[in-house]
């Protein structure tokens, strides 16, 4: 159903259907068919992509606003049958625009989030940041040095980095 639509509008408007995706149904794969229509875009294989929905094109606001600013780069148009969306007129590209708000909006809301988040995980005692692993080894880095084993040599018997040696010798050693 939605292909014969979309084959209509495209004869409607008398374009030639050069390349035709249909979406497998995972996440994955539907980036994948996506690239693959960009990567026609991007050798000019292409003048307009034309969907059934913009929810098969973006997964996010933010998602869809970037890849439909690539294909205005690129002079490729955009249509979004049910929407009623068509970037090749001067009303959709003003739509465009406003989609540019909301996408931006939408990262807004995703930073509050996730900076709420942190605060939370701090206040409930969390530790954030790379987990300490190099660290772990200080007692056993400082004694190796002082059995005379240079850098390289406890680096390798501890299995850490070089510069993880340097900066445990170098810093002054923790009270328990």
């Given amino acids: 159903m939605q292909l014969r639509a979309l084959r209509e509008y495209a004869a409607r408007r008398s374009w030639i259907v050069v390349m035709q995706v249909k979406e497998a149904g995972s996440g994955a794969a539907h980036r994948q068919l996506r690239e693959k229509l960009t990567d026609a ?10 969907v059934w929905r913009l929810d098969r094109w973006g997964r996010s606001v933010a998602d869809l606003l970037a890849t439909l600013q690539e294909l205005e780069h690129l002079g490729v148009g955009f ?3 049910t929407e009623a969306l068509d970037l090749t007129t001067p009303a959709g590209r003003a739509m465009a625009g406003l989609l540019a708000v909301f996408a931006e909006f939408e990262r807004e809301v995703l930073r509050e989030r996730v900076r709420a988040g942190l605060a939370h995980a701090r206040q409930n005692g ?5 987990p ?8 056993e880095a400082r004694k190796l040095r002082r059995s005379g084993l240079s850098k390289s040599e ?7 980095g070089r510069t993880s040696v340097r900066r445990i010798l170098a810093a002054p050693p ?3």
């Fill in 132 to 139: 300490l692993t190099a660290a772990l080894h200080a007692d």
């Fill in 79 to 81: 249509v979004s049958l």
């Fill in 154 to 160: 406890i680096a390798r018997q501890l299995n850490i």
């Fill in 41 to 50: 875009a991007r050798r000019c294989e292409i003048d307009v992509v034309l």
């Fill in 126 to 130: 969390k530790r954030l940041g790379r």
């Fill in 174 to 176: 923790r009270k328990k």
